[in-house]
């Protein structure tokens, strides 16, 4: 037996083992069917306080940061520093009328919120938080986020069809034609990704990371990457500066006019979840997602890193994102429409490609920082 | 993409019609490259992220007041407009002498003098200055147009009342002459009668077109104590 030692703790790195929720209730399924029934409820219960936690927790934190932003205080009665107030304006629309208008689709008006809000809870699924937090993994990993977040135009596109408006019908429209097309860039900036990483599995991706986030291994290719699908899945969420489809000065409210109460909650929780995932999503590909800041060969500094729990690596790098996600939200000016899809398709798409390309060469002559590993 | 670049602008002297002046040229719309437009427009996106960013984190520049809480400390700005008073010297004397400029001046009928002749003076005393808060727009038009420098706007503004005729004022609190009238009469004894003592609610006034008991409805803009 050998006598503890704290530098021997420290020089060996940690190795992290990802076990999701899903396949500790397939392991556990042979030998009981009550322990992995209990596993998917977790799992179940995990995604929907997720869901509820996180958007009460960024809805009043983009108040109070618009606020301050504003020169104002944002929230400040309900609760000491209005903490309680998206609990009561949640209450509010809770109990609020809702409304179905005269001559809309009503099957399709009262479908579409849920199809929004459903694609954002597909996309919580597979967000991996920590290496045990993470309620399912798969293989096509980023094939799954790509389609499932362009499914979520779909509830868009429904909700301003149905609503019989022209205010609806026009912000839905452009919300369909905006996502569609960023969807392009934020998927090219991905690959490069998962050119580096050799794996399609979000947990691959992040364990591709021990050596150095993708951000500084891969440098130049790395951070246009990053750039790019920053820019991209903002447009994705329809965040100032690309909130087109509910350009209030315009479209009323856009393609969410005709929606009020619960199912207004509804489009208003999935657009804030959606900012969650995007900020969690661009951590996980390009800066590590749950994994520590490690340098390669630098063991010693890695097990110091390794003491700061993965969870709450993952929630520092997504709420910084979050903050600068909401921080341009405030700062910048809204575009036009063809200025929108200008830039999509003159600008990112090209260097998106020109990008990829060259990604592809410092993958191929491993250019790039440890390719060894 | 063409950007408009101020450090070109120019500055010449040009003759139009016999005469020179001076003209600040815009200088030509460039056409710059692909590279550089996305790489001028990434850094003015910073710039702009930089100036925004002290606002979002500090709390030194937040303007809002946390009015019942700092109700104590609150101190309104010297021009804010919420109450029409008049101004008094030391003695609480106005200076009014019941000309009616502001009453001809108020846009909306706010201000009936009530005049009359006052037994020691002979001269034009004001009864009572009434002032409709309920319709002043607080445009301070009377206090511009009073050639005696008799009005001021105040700014406190706690005043709210549960009763609308509550928001009829008398703005005078004594029914006599003004302030330099005053000091022509030299009798004591007659000194003490000049003035009677009002309330600022003292008698009854119509409020908007309406009558009380005892008070006819008034017309627009129609005054005095006749
Ligand atoms: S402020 Fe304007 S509206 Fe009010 S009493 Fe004076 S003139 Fe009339
Ligand atoms: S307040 Fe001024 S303008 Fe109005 S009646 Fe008196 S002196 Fe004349």
């Known amino acids: 037996m050998s006598v503890f030692s704290p530098a021997a703790v420290i020089a060996a790195p940690q190795v992290f083992e990802v076990k999701t929720l899903a396949s500790r209730a397939a392991t556990a399924l042979p030998g009981s069917l009550l322990e992995s029934a209990l596993y998917v409820l977790l799992a179940v219960v995990w995604i929907v306080a997720l869901l509820a936690l996180t958007g009460l927790a960024l809805i009043y934190l983009e108040r109070k940061i618009a606020g301050h932003f504003q020169c104002r205080l944002g929230p400040m009665r309900v609760g000491p520093h209005g903490i309680f107030q998206t609990v009561a304006d949640t209450i509010k629309l809770l109990v609020k009328e809702d409304f179905v208008p005269d001559g809309a689709d009503k099957v399709l008006h009262v479908v579409a919120p849920f199809l929004a809000l459903t694609a954002t809870i597909l996309l919580l699924v597979i967000l991996p938080l920590s290496p045990i937090l993470q309620a399912a993994d798969m293989n096509i990993g980023v094939v799954y986020v790509t389609a499932i977040s362009g499914f979520g135009v779909m509830g868009i596109l429904l909700g301003g069809w149905s609503s019989n408006n022209k205010w609806s019908m026009i912000g839905a429209m452009r919300a369909g034609a905006q996502i569609i097309s960023y969807e392009i860039s934020a998927t090219l900036a991905l690959l490069v990704v998962v050119l580096f990483a050799g794996t399609l599995r979000l947990s691959g991706i992040v364990q591709s990371q021990a050596d150095g986030w993708w951000i500084w291994r891969a440098h130049g290719v790395g951070v246009v990457a990053f750039v790019i699908y920053v820019i991209a899945s903002t447009a994705e969420i329809n965040r100032t500066p690309f909130d087109i489809p509910e350009g209030e000065s315009e479209l009323a409210a856009g393609f969410h006019t005709e929606y009020s109460g619960i199912r207004f909650a509804f489009f208003f929780l999935a657009e804030f979840i959606n900012m969650f995932l995007v900020a969690g999503f661009a951590a996980t590909f390009f800066w590590g997602g749950w994994m520590p800041f490690h340098v390669g060969g630098l063991d010693g500094f890695n097990s110091v890193m390794d003491l700061v729990p993965a969870g709450a690596w993952f929630a520092a790098k997504t709420s910084a994102l979050v903050f600068l996600v909401m921080w341009f939200r405030w700062t910048f000016p809204r575009l036009r429409v063809d200025q929108m899809m200008r830039l999509e398709w003159k600008i990112l798409l090209p260097v998106g490609f020109v990008n990829l390309f060259a990604a592809a060469l410092v993958v191929l002559y491993g250019l790039y920082f440890f390719p060894g590993t | ?226």
């Not at chain 2, 992220?49 to 609150?74: A, C, D, F």
Request: charged fraction near 25%; charge should be positive; include cysteine.
């Open chain 2, 1 to 226: 993409m063409a950007l408009f670049d101020p450090k070109g602008a120019r500055a010449e002297t040009r003759q139009v019609a016999g005469k020179s002046v001076a003209v600040l040229l815009a200088p030509r719309l460039v056409r710059r490259g692909f590279l550089h437009d996305v790489f001028y427009g990434l850094k003015s996106l910073l710039t702009g992220m930089r100036v925004t960013l002290p606002y979002g984190l500090t709390t030194s520049r937040i303007v809002t007041r946390q009015y019942p809480e700092n109700r104590g400390t609150l101190k309104m700005y010297e021009r804010y407009r919420a109450r029409l008073t008049f101004i008094r010297d030391g003695q609480g004397r106005h200076t009014c002498t019941g000309c009616r400029n502001c009453e001809k001046a108020c846009p909306n009928g706010s201000i009936i003098i009530e005049t009359a002749k006052g037994a020691v003076t002979g001269k034009n005393e004001v009864q009572r200055f009434i002032w409709r808060f309920d319709a002043c727009t607080f445009c301070n038009l009377c206090v511009y147009t009073c050639p005696f420098d008799a009005l001021e706007m105040k700014g406190d503004f706690e005043h709210a009342v549960f009763d609308r005729r509550l928001l009829v004022y008398n703005l005078n609190s004594y029914a006599g002459p003004h302030a330099s009238l005053w000091d022509k009469v030299e009798d004591e004894e007659q000194r003490k009668t000049l003035a009677t003592k009002i309330s600022p609610y003292d008698g009854k006034v119509p409020l908007a077109g309406t009558s009380m008991a005892g008070c006819p409805a008034r017309a627009h803009g129609e005054g005095g104590a006749s």
